[in-house]
């Protein structure tokens, strides 16, 4: 739609009507496979190359931000654009039809996991699954990395980063905001390495630029009222529910560990799925005891697989937490609510986030200092992403592996003697078939998955 088209609703001006962006943002939801990388290229090759919503650069600014809060970057991105084309309203459809079709995928595969996950063909299905799931990990490592490590300092900043999660434990948002302040002060003092990566294409008339003009829209303004008002009203909507659990039911309860655990979980953990996944996983499997390590990069296949963005696992995690611990509840009922709980404190949160922030960083636009912290955060999320696939190898490719607690060092070793030669020939192929022959991920996962069964068949598994 041309951006000197003008609506009928009030205050839009951008011609883009809010029946038109339903459709727009079912589509991107419907479409959003992949992991982040791939739903982010999804919504750039819509909103940005094919209906010119938005400027490339606006839309790098948005993506910078959400990399920078915790979350998943890509859901809080399309309520981003969502707010800035109508406002709340559009932020909710936005963000909010992102993760609907992730929901409900994720909660029947839940059911069919929790039904017949240790049964025959099932598990055949699964183990084909984390063999791709390995592959597609280490892709995304590939696919950031070729963008933000573009020098020697960048490159550091990731190795430092995988170092310090990798062998000593240090938590993510020690990494996140030492990289930060060291990207803003090289910003500040000139250092080219830190400079924000020049980008081309896009269309400079985009429909929301053109509807800014030469202001910002009241909606766009920072207001210190407004941001109180958000505050409380999704405070209220995120913290009741927690606090309501705590209350009635007590802190020994499941539904009300999930409801901590996973609140906590969107204050501190940050740089989208990959990097959160490590720390889920240490905590789920080894404190609450609720999955087993493999049972997580099951979970991790049924959200490759499914659209949505990849954090969906964690209404996978809730849901077998719930489903092995029902009280008095059937156990199918009990893993639903527990899911759908684990959903609801992990998602509330990031729409806090933009519908307080965004208003702030829209007028931060140019700033070089937040820029270069933004670009050395990005390159420290690659070494994070790089600790989850190492993870994942230790967990996909051997049956065993020796805990290292000692001068300071805190990771897990495989034992060699374990390795499963099976998993080990699946990954290998779905990543030849990714990396030489650049097969799609569906495409990928499916000959898994078949592959998976036939070595059930011929009982190699």
Request: glycine fraction near 12%; charged fraction near 10%.
């Amino acid at each position: 739609m041309a951006a000197h088209e003008t609506n009928t609703e009030a205050g839009a001006g951008h011609g883009i009507s809010f029946g038109e962006a339903f459709r727009v943002w079912l589509r991107v939801a419907v479409l959003s496979f992949g992991g982040p990388a791939g739903q982010i290229a999804v919504m750039h090759r819509i909103l940005v190359e094919e209906k010119n919503w938005i400027s490339e650069s606006r839309f790098l600014h948005a993506l910078n931000y959400c990399m920078l809060l915790p979350g998943p970057e890509a859901q809080q991105l399309a309520t981003y654009i969502g707010w800035l084309l109508h406002r709340t309203a559009g932020g909710i459809m936005a963000g909010g039809l992102f993760i609907v079709p992730g929901i409900v995928a994720i909660m029947g595969l839940s059911y069919i996991y929790a039904a017949f996950g240790h049964v025959g063909f099932v598990e055949a299905l699964f183990f084909g699954l984390k063999a791709a799931v390995l592959a597609i990990v280490i892709q995304a490592v590939v696919r950031v990395g070729s963008r933000a490590l573009r020098n020697r300092v960048m490159i550091a900043l990731a190795g430092i980063a995988f170092i310090a999660i990798f062998f000593f434990s240090v938590p993510f948002p020690v990494i996140i905001i030492g990289a930060g302040v060291i990207g803003y002060f090289g910003a500040k003092s000139g250092r080219p390495e830190f400079a924000a990566v020049p980008h081309g294409g896009g269309k400079h008339a985009a429909a929301v630029d053109s509807m800014f003009g030469g202001e910002l829209p009241d909606h766009v303004r920072p207001s210190i009222p407004r941001a109180l008002k958000v505050s409380a009203v999704w405070l209220l909507l995120w913290l009741v529910p927690v606090a309501a659990l705590l209350i009635g039911l007590g802190q020994a309860n499941v539904f009300s560990q999930i409801a901590l655990f996973f609140s906590k979980m969107a204050l501190v953990t940050f740089g989208g799925a990959y990097a959160v996944l490590a720390y889920v996983a240490q905590q789920a499997v080894e404190h609450y005891h609720w999955v087993q390590p493999r049972e997580m990069l099951d979970g991790l296949g049924m959200a490759e697989t499914t659209p949505g963005p990849l954090i969906m696992v964690l209404q996978f995690v809730g849901f077998m937490a719930a489903f092995r611990d029902p009280g008095t509840l059937s156990p199918m009922l009990a893993g639903t609510l527990g899911g759908l709980l684990a959903t609801w404190v992990t998602f509330t949160p990031c729409f806090l986030w933009i519908f307080l922030g965004a208003p702030f960083i829209e007028t931060l636009r140019g700033n070089k200092g937040l820029a270069g912290a933004l670009t050395a955060i990005t390159a420290a999320v690659v070494g994070v992403i790089l600790n989850l696939s190492i993870w994942f190898a230790l967990h996909t490719v051997f049956r065993e592996t020796t805990p290292v607690r000692s001068f300071g060092l805190s990771f897990d070793m495989p034992v060699l003697s374990s390795v499963d030669f099976p998993a080990l020939v699946l990954a290998i192929a779905a990543a030849t078939a990714i990396f030489r022959f650049k097969l799609g991920m569906l495409t990928v996962l499916a000959g898994s998955c078949i592959a998976g069964v036939v070595l059930r068949l011929m009982r190699v598994i």
